[in-house]
């Protein structure tokens, strides 16, 4: 492997190097803040068929009402609210980790971290926790900054969303090998956005990052991840090497 193509492999165990990718093409991170509210309260049925309960009805439309409310405010981009339609293949669950099962998510960008952490004093932020606690199983909350970017993620319209939650043994080497194998998804999967959630210093986040992206059609991405062999040997295997265990759901918008 060209190490001129990837420098930051000084920092992670490499595998499988007859195979190479391009590396990622990353543009500058953003200044902006997140807030990443995910919670469990149905199972994920493959491609959402099936109904949703009634708890899950009043958690998405109050995350929805609270979101528009929230979109008035200073300071804040955008609030998003996503519901689960896929694990796609690629997951791998670590013992003593919570195994991701979120269903409904609201991602809330705000114009910088300082703003997301004001955000969690205010009484619509607390109407949102307290509603979507009240009404899961398990709620996951963590604010982040832009770690790294290849493109911003379009909420202008739906699509085919991943949140992708990572744990690593060594959590120096999340973003090295993220940058490693998101080259593959470029190459393979035209990937032209995506995100890197990285939560602020003193969360406890279950996950070391949580990477977001989007792709406009299930055709985009699905195939590539179940039918072509380098996704296991390019990308899995050498999350492996590195003690780096991806957890993937695909959304759609709420």
Known sequence: MNSMNHPQEADITVVNTHLN?????????????????????DPIRPFGIGPESPRKAEARALAKRLAACLEREANIVRATVFVARFIPPGTHHPEGVHKPAFDLVVLIETIDTAAAEALTDTPLYSELIEGLRARSNYLHVVRAHNGRRIGSVDFSKDGIFL??????????????IWEYTAGWFEDRTALDNSELLVPEPGQQSEYGLINHCRWD???DVLPDLALRPTFKSYVLDNFAANGVSPMPILYSLA
Do not use: D, M, Q, S
Request: net charge positive; hydrophobic share 45%.
């Open 217 to 219: 059609h299930w055709h």
């Open 21 to 41: 990718f391009p590396k990622v093409h990353l543009i500058a991170p953003k200044r902006a803040g997140y807030i990443h509210i995910a919670a469990e309260i």
């Open 163 to 176: 949140f992708n939650y990572f744990h690593g043994e060594a959590p120096n080497k999340l973003i090295p």
